[in-house]
């Protein structure tokens, strides 16, 4: 099923982490691994949604359980302590196989990505990110020397993917 507006659910500000944690957890009784993409366009807060989740876990799942891959960069952690990047770019759609070794003991694979449909061609759960046009563009400029012109050339780019998921949510940022 290709994603359309009227089959996402929203993810509000005050919960999210709790209903998308109880999405997680009823998928995870039917499989051993999940993977969640969470999606959106340049600026729109795609990577500190993903690290959020990374960091802190989702309420009833510890972050240790949670690898999370942002735009071909696998954070990992190193001796408990440290966390290194494992950086694997790919021109085709790989399913993200190339990380299989790192993802082991997780349970949910977070990929993060403006056109993860470049790389894989279905998830579990699929989180769009909507952020204010004007909030996103100061974002852009207040990070990136040349901002304007990203948000510019992403203005008309597209905020769906076309991915398969079971559930599908809106997150705005």
Same mark, same amino acid.
């Given at each position: 099923?290709?994603?359309?507006?009227?089959?996402?659910?929203?993810?509000?500000?005050?919960?999210?982490?709790?209903?998308?944690?109880?999405?997680?957890? =009823?998928?995870?009784?039917?499989?051993?691994?999940? %993977?969640?993409?969470? /999606?959106?366009?340049?600026?729109?807060?795609?990577?500190? *949604? !993903?690290?959020?989740?990374?960091?802190? !876990?989702?309420?009833?799942? /510890?972050?240790?359980?949670?690898? *999370?891959?942002?735009?071909?960069?696998?954070?990992?952690? *190193?001796?408990?302590? /440290?966390?290194?990047?494992?950086?694997?770019?790919?021109?085709?759609?790989?399913?993200?196989?190339?990380? =299989?070794?790192?993802?082991?003991?997780?349970?949910?694979?977070?990929?993060?990505?403006?056109?993860? =449909?470049?790389?894989?061609?279905?998830?579990?759960?699929?989180?769009?990110?909507?952020?204010?046009?004007?909030?996103?563009?100061?974002?852009?400029?207040?990070?990136? =020397?040349? !901002?304007?012109?990203?948000?510019?050339?992403?203005?008309? !780019?597209?905020?769906? %993917?076309?991915?398969?998921?079971?559930?599908? /949510?809106?997150?705005?940022?």
């Amino acid at each position: 099923m290709k994603n359309s507006d009227s089959i996402f659910d929203v993810l509000p500000k005050d919960n999210w982490a709790t209903i998308l944690s109880s999405a997680c957890t =009823e998928l995870l009784k039917q499989r051993e691994r999940i %993977t969640v993409c969470i /999606f959106g366009r340049t600026g729109s807060g795609k990577s500190t *949604l !993903g690290k959020q989740i990374r960091k802190k !876990g989702l309420p009833s799942i /510890f972050p240790a359980k949670i690898a *999370l891959i942002d735009d071909g960069v696998l954070s990992a952690p *190193l001796l408990g302590i /440290f966390n290194r990047r494992i950086k694997i770019l790919s021109a085709t759609r790989d399913e993200l196989a190339p990380f =299989e070794p790192y993802l082991l003991k997780k349970k949910i694979i977070v990929y993060v990505s403006q056109l993860p =449909e470049r790389r894989i061609s279905s998830c579990d759960v699929a989180v769009r990110v909507i952020c204010n046009e004007d909030v996103r563009r100061s974002r852009l400029m207040s990070r990136n =020397e040349d !901002g304007e012109q990203r948000f510019l050339a992403s203005v008309s !780019g597209p905020d769906s %993917t076309t991915i398969t998921a079971l559930r599908y /949510f809106d997150f705005h940022s």
